[in-house]
């Protein structure tokens, strides 16, 4: 499973952290206003 968040949101990247999500990557995207960067974050799956 995997999942991007902003940069900026210090708050959501440690939420998902508790829940056992690691960043794996930063990826740059810029806009026509301003350069945004997200954290591309993974964690296990449960095999069903």
Same mark, same amino acid.
């Given at each position: 499973m995997w999942l991007d968040v902003p940069e900026e949101n210090e708050g959501g990247r440690r939420m998902h952290e508790r829940h056992g999500f690691t960043v %794996? +990557? +930063? %990826?740059?995207l810029a806009t026509d206003v301003r350069e945004i960067g997200f954290w591309v974050m993974t964690r296990p799956t449960a095999d069903r």
């Amino acid at each position: 499973m995997w999942l991007d968040v902003p940069e900026e949101n210090e708050g959501g990247r440690r939420m998902h952290e508790r829940h056992g999500f690691t960043v %794996v +990557a +930063a %990826v740059p995207l810029a806009t026509d206003v301003r350069e945004i960067g997200f954290w591309v974050m993974t964690r296990p799956t449960a095999d069903r």
